[in-house]
């Protein structure tokens, strides 16, 4: 709607380092010294940073180590382990449906972002671009849709899910997933297309080219950093999704991972820790790998959102 | 001026618009095609629920049996039920504390990682991490961080001499909702803290050089220029964050499933354990629906947030 004061977000700067402001506020930062800075900045940010990736390292080593070292406390020192074992994975991979929890995982997020992007890409191109009769209006609508939490829609969209027949089928999930990243993904794009000038559309136009054209040849392509931000970021979402995944599916095979790991793997064993843990890793470590790949798209996707 | 030369495309010289180049060429009809694959999914698996949960909250309906229309009795029910009560006040509770200490440690560390220092870049990237990381999975790890006998924090502290026996971290009532709390925080602080950082980029450093001439303390210079500079993203940035810390579910359905002793029920989670587990899909839809009211008004400040954000650039609101 509207930017923000004295100048827009350069997306890229915000990870990077090579921000216009770096530059100048070298000029001001004599006026700290060494130690001041030691106190007023390493400090907290070291604590921070410890206490927000503690959890992760936790994970890791818990899923490598031997379960005897995992409930012994007093003879090892539990913040290390010397003899590393694969056995939780091994567990986790060969004798349980794993591989099938992340593989539905894989399909629902990969079906449902395509749908959302493609339904995304349309809705977004018409509210900025066409701008038929009430295209604000529909605008003001979806941001509207972003706000309906899952937490309030997962008990109706259950009797409509099982109306349909598609209870206990990833069908459910791809389905109704695009409910929760199609006014995301929208509100992105057409941020985007904004950007987009006229002129282009219009010299296509006079060329003769039809709004179907110009959007496949020339906006989308123009379009796609915006693209790979608002498809990587809805493909988080469903991975991270769980209400939806917890109420429409029932048998072990179907579910997604998240789902799978707090429904299946929570038994009464005292040693289940290890494969708890090797199950949370390995279900976090796609997503962290696509993270590193597309840090600054990322950020853009969740700044784009908030912006405008 | 693009609509211009669509409209005279729409009506050739030789024969008149027929009803099908209407639909090919029209401003209007060719928005309409264009929304449809997106209206089509938010009308029947948004717009439609949502008004079918409304509906749902006055009938009795269970799980394999079609309600009757009951008037208010699943409100009335509701208003005599202790344990709803516990849950409202849960998740104000869960609600209003997260999310102020996630603006607090949030804002704190924009401001740190705006500075300018070595590895900054990947210092950035780092802090993101726990909010990549599927919620229920990072809550499994703050699940072993918490437990009763073999907790990291337990036994460093006692190691450390500050406490002599284990904590019963999420066994306790107290506790399970410092953690629940604490693990909320943990999740939330990168997403404030990276927003704002995108903000703060924005302000230009000769202000903060003006001031300092002027004689501002590093104090100073935060409370009036950084902050109000800030305003306008801290309001769209917290109405987000309290619209999702309310409407939680996942965290606490995979730490303490809303114990012990329903001390971390919110009003999703018992929601969910009425309607799914106990099968009472008219309760837990009453539930799910007195929700509302608090989402309204978190939706409200957002949208006062952003009138005064176009009133302070002095800006038309168009």
């Given amino acids: 709607m509207t930017d923000l004061p004295t100048r827009s977000i350069d997306l890229k700067n915000v990870l990077s380092g090579s921000a216009p402001t770096a530059d100048h506020s070298e000029g001001m930062s004599y006026l700290q010294s060494v130690p001041r800075r030691i106190?007023?900045?390493?400090?907290?940010?070291?604590?921070?940073?410890?206490?927000l990736l503690f959890p992760f390292y936790w994970m890791a080593l818990t899923s490598v180590k031997p379960d005897e070292q995992?409930?012994?406390?007093?003879?090892?020192?539990p913040f290390w382990t010397w003899n590393p074992t694969f056995k939780h994975f091994h567990k986790l991979l060969f004798e349980s449906y794993y591989p099938h929890w992340l593989w539905n995982t894989m399909y629902v997020a990969i079906c449902a972002t395509v749908l959302s992007i493609i339904a995304s890409v349309l809705a977004a191109y018409a509210i900025v671009r066409l701008r038929y009769k009430g295209a604000n209006l529909v605008g003001g609508l979806i941001f509207l849709a972003y706000l309906v939490p899952p937490s309030i829609l997962f008990i109706p969209l259950a009797t409509v899910v099982f109306q349909y027949g598609l209870f206990d089928s990833p069908m459910a999930l791809i389905l109704t997933y695009p409910t929760i990243l199609i006014p995301f993904s929208t509100w992105l794009l057409m941020g985007y297309f904004k950007t987009i000038p006229f002129e282009l559309e219009e010299c296509a136009l006079i060329d003769g080219a039809s709004r179907w054209q110009i959007l496949i040849k020339i906006v989308l392509p123009l379009a796609i950093p915006g693209l790979i931000s608002a498809f990587i970021f809805c493909f988080t979402l469903c991975w991270n999704e769980f209400i939806y995944a917890l109420t429409f599916l029932q048998s072990t095979s179907n579910k997604t991972v998240p789902v799978a790991i707090v429904n299946e793997f929570v038994d009464g064993d005292?040693?289940?820790w290890g494969s708890l843990m090797a199950g949370a890793l390995a279900g976090s470590l796609p997503l962290v790998i696509l993270y590193a790949f597309f840090v600054e798209h990322y950020v853009s996707a969740m700044t784009g959102a908030v912006k405008e | 001026m693009a609509d211009v030369v669509v409209a005279s495309q729409a009506k050739p010289q030789f024969r008149e618009a027929?009803?099908?180049?209407q639909l090919k060429y029209n401003r209007n009809w060719l928005g309409f095609w264009f929304m449809l694959p997106a209206m089509a999914f938010l009308i029947f698996f948004l717009a439609y629920p949502l008004g079918l949960g409304i509906w749902l909250s006055f009938t009795d309906t269970r799980i394999g049996r079609v309600g009757q229309f009951i008037g208010i009795?699943?409100?009335?029910?509701?208003w005599d039920d202790a344990i709803f009560w516990l849950s409202v006040f849960n998740t104000l509770l869960y609600t209003i504390v997260a999310s102020a200490l996630k603006f607090a440690i949030g804002l704190y560390l924009a401001l740190l990682l705006n500075e300018n220092m070595p590895f900054k870049a990947m210092l950035r990237a780092m802090v993101l991490i726990p909010f990549i990381v599927p919620t229920v999975l990072s809550a499994l790890a703050?699940?072993?961080i918490f437990d009763s006998q073999f907790s990291i924090i337990?036994?460093?502290l006692k190691h450390l001499g500050l406490i002599s026996q284990n904590i019963n971290f999420l066994g306790d009532t107290t506790w399970a909702r410092i953690c629940v709390i604490f693990a909320n925080i943990w999740r939330g602080v990168p997403f404030v803290a990276i927003t704002l950082l995108a903000g703060l980029q924005t302000v230009s450093p000769s202000l903060y050089e003006a001031a300092t001439l002027d004689g501002a303390t590093r104090w100073q210079n935060f409370r009036y220029i950084t902050y109000p500079l800030l305003t306008p993203i801290i309001a769209v940035v917290m109405t987000f964050s309290v619209l999702f810390t309310f409407t939680d579910f996942q965290l606490i359905w995979a730490m303490t499933r809303g114990g012990p002793v329903n001390a971390t029920h919110l009003m999703a989670t018992l929601s969910y354990q009425r309607a799914i587990i106990a099968g009472q899909l008219g309760e837990g839809a009453a539930i799910s629906s007195a929700m509302i009211p608090f989402l309204l008004a978190a939706i409200m400040v957002s949208w006062f947030g952003l009138q005064r954000r176009k009133w302070q650039q002095g800006e038309s609101n168009d």
């Fill in chain 1, 39 to 51: 106190v007023t900045l390493y400090l907290p940010l070291t604590i921070i940073v410890v206490v």
């Fill in chain 1, 270 to 272: 005292i040693y289940r």
């Fill in chain 1, 70 to 77: 995992l409930l012994d406390l007093d003879r090892y020192n």
């Fill in chain 2, 142 to 144: 703050f699940w072993w």
């Fill in chain 2, 18 to 21: 027929s009803a099908w180049d």
């Fill in chain 2, 73 to 78: 009795e699943n409100y009335q029910w509701l």
């Fill in chain 2, 154 to 156: 337990s036994w460093s």
